[in-house]
Each structure stands twice: as structure tokens, then as C-alpha cells.
């Protein structure tokens, strides 16, 4: 994965307009600048069962786009937004990219090629119907984004090991460093330290943590300008009225910890070559009930 999902950083942003007095309308016009993208939800196969379970707890699909555009090309960030406003949870779980799915209408394949075979529509579906869940909504970004938005946070504080130090450019010591927009992107990016793609999934989880710590940090006043900038790089189904709905529960839930996780886990999962393709394989029942033990409780 090449680049840290910012989609929840825009809601985060966003939150100035629910403080705020009178601001309503401004919430609607600051919202407004998020690109709105249509998709048919009576075809994600949304599970009824969990649905009917578990209907009050929202999942959105999260997808990082490698893509001149933004909008074609493979998901290579996937990661499910869970808002938990029942158990009073926020949850960030990532997939990872290689994982071998069955892509409706195309067979098994690598799970981040169904957004290039489908667009998001397909991409969710494939999470549905693999996971059994319940997702009918994505926000999207393209990772060329990131850089200019850390940067505009003034940078974040990511602790650096001595192995990761000759992949982050201007970096010579370990410990707590604060990196900016190209050096975030960087560290997101190393591919052959120890650990492999489970160790990069989790320094996507890292990066996008330390922007929800600075967001943390920052003044109330500072919000406005800061979702005017961001705001923009999103693409999602979601509505501007959903939109609200959503920025209040998240609104509810941020003074607590951003949890994470990411499946198939390392006891889970096993790299293996399919006609000279590196898949990421796993019994899809043991990686679901997992899935669904954390997403849900």
C-alpha cells in the first residue's frame, strides 16, 4: 500500500460545524465540497443476517486509491471505518491487499483489484459477500493527497526504528520524530523491513492514529480552514445529511482511543504462489468470525 487513507481525517475536520452556533448551514456548504459519487446499494449484498444483528453499528468501507485520478485503479489501502455508537467504540481495521477473494463475476483474485474491475460498488460487495458484512457506504482518496495534509497539520509524531531510519529521508536518530507530509508518505511506504506487508498495514494504521491524535491537539478555531482544504479529496456515497449524522457520532465517540486491527492476522495467514502470483491466502471462515468478533463486540 503506498499511501494512508485521509477520509476520516475530513470528517474529524468537519466536527467545527457541529460546535459551533448557527452553523448548520455552513456545515451543509463546508460538506458540500466532498465529491459526491452515486452506487446502486441494492447491489452490495449487504448480509441480512448481520445487518439484522448488527444493523446499529456502521461500517464504512475505506479505500486508498492508486490512481492518477483518483477514481480508477486498485485499492491498494483497504481498511473498514467501524462507528460503534452502541458499545461507544471507534474502530479502524485494515485488510490487506494481497488477501485471495472470490471478486464477484471475475473468480478469486487479489481483493484490491475488484475497486479497478468495479469501482467501489464492487469493492464493497466483495467485502460483503466474503465477510458476510454489512457495509453500504465508502469514502475514497487518492495517497497523493497526504503529504499536503500532514504538511498543513504541521507534521506528526511517528516513533522510528532503527531499521525504518534508511527509508524516511532526513531521518538519522530512533524514537518519537516528527515527520512531515513526504516523510509520512515515505514510512507508509517501506516494503522490505522486517515484517512485510503485515508491518506496513500497521504503519498505515500508525500513520492515520497520529493524525487523529493531532487533530486532537488542534483548536476548535482552526477546524474551518483546515475541512475547507481536505474536504475535497473525498469521494463517497455518503450524503450531505448522512453526512452530519455521521460527524456527530464520530463527534461522540473522539475522546476515546482509535482502535485497530487487520486480518487475515499473522497466525492466519500464509503467502503463497498461484500460477507465479504472490496471494495472500486464509481460511475465509476462521478470518471471518474473527472479523466479526472484533468489528461487532
Known amino acids: 500500500m503506498k499511501k494512508i487513507i485521509l477520509w476520516i481525517l475530513g470528517i474529524l475536520l468537519s466536527l467545527t460545524v457541529i460546535t459551533v452556533g448557527g452553523a448548520f448551514f455552513y456545515a451543509k456548504h463546508m460538506i458540500g465540497k466532498v465529491e459526491q459519487v452515486e452506487i446502486n446499494k441494492e447491489d452490495l449484498s449487504v448480509n441480512e443476517e448481520t445487518e439484522e444483528k448488527y444493523g446499529d453499528i456502521r461500517n464504512i468501507a475505506l479505500y486508498g486509491i492508486d490512481a492518477e485520478d483518483g477514481k480508477t485503479g486498485r485499492s491498494d489501502s483497504i481498511m473498514i471505518l467501524t462507528v460503534d455508537t452502541k458499545n461507544k467504540k471507534l474502530k479502524l481495521t485494515s485488510i490487506m491487499r494481497d488477501s485471495y477473494v472470490n471478486i464477484p463475476g471475475h473468480g478469486y483474485d487479489k481483493i484490491n483489484h475488484a475497486y479497478s474491475f468495479g469501482g467501489p460498488e464492487l469493492a464493497i460487495r466483495t467485502l460483503n459477500e466474503n465477510f458476510d458484512l454489512n457495509i453500504k457506504e465508502f469514502m475514497a482518496v487518492n495517497f497523493t493527497s497526504m503529504p499536503a495534509i500532514i504538511d498543513k497539520l504541521g507534521g506528526i509524531n511517528i516513533d522510528i526504528t532503527s531499521e ?59 477546524y474551518p480552514s483546515l475541512a475547507s482544504e481536505f474536504l475535497p479529496y473525498i469521494r463517497t456515497n455518503i450524503s450531505s445529511n448522512e453526512m452530519l449524522s455521521l460527524i456527530g457520532d464520530i463527534g461522540t465517540l473522539m475522546s476515546g482511543n482509535l482502535e485497530q486491527n487487520r486480518f487475515p492476522t499473522d497466525e492466519q495467514g500464509q503467502g503463497k504462489m498461484i500460477d507465479g502470483v504472490y496471494y495472500m491466502t ?16
Open 282 to 297: 486464509f481460511d475465509i471462515e476462521e478470518v471471518k468470525n474473527s472479523l466479526h468478533q472484533y468489528i461487532f463486540q
Open 164 to 222: 525504518e531510519i534508511q527509508y524516511i529521508p532526513g531521518i538519522t536518530s530512533t524514537g518519537t520524530q516528527k515527520l512531515t507530509g513526504e516523510q509520512a508518505l515515505a514510512y507508509a511506504r517501506i516494503r522490505y523491513a522486517t515484517g512485510g506487508d503485515y508491518k506496513r498495514t500497521e504503519r498505515h494504521r500508525t500513520v492515520l492514529n497520529a493524525i487523529f491524535n493531532e487533530m486532537k491537539s488542534k483548536s476548535i478555531s482552526e
